[in-house]
């Protein structure tokens, strides 16, 4: 399974972006997707999940302004991001892991600047 991150650019602080996650076959299996970031000069982090039944968490620093969400029938994830601040910038990286197969995918990454 190949993921295809999408959706990144340059905004201004304040404004909104949403990231899409899309995989080359069905998502079906995956037990847990989410979206991840790495800031320049620091180590990757988890910013949201979703598991397979819909239920969601989000990194503390992002609570209230994201949502990540999941669409099986489109064999997608997205991320979307409001009130978007300086400190969220960074390369977003979305994951897939299949619980079955103990195997985790991840995308490319899209770049995501924030700043006036």
């Known amino acids: 399974v190949q993921l295809q991150a999408s959706g990144g650019g340059l905004v201004q602080p304040g404004e909104s972006l949403r990231l899409s996650c899309a995989a080359s076959g069905s998502i079906d299996r995956f037990n847990v997707m989410s979206w991840h970031r790495q800031p320049p000069g620091k180590q990757r982090e988890l910013v949201a999940l979703i598991s397979s039944r819909g239920n969601t968490n989000y990194a503390d620093s992002v609570k209230g302004r994201f949502t990540i969400s999941r669409d099986n029938a489109k064999n997608t994830v997205s991320l979307q991001m409001n009130g978007l601040k300086p400190e969220d910038a960074a390369v977003y990286y979305c994951?897939?892991?299949?619980?079955?197969?103990?195997?985790?995918?991840w995308g490319q990454g899209t770049q995501v600047t924030v700043s006036s």
């Open positions: 994951y897939a892991y299949d619980l079955l197969t103990r195997a985790g995918y």
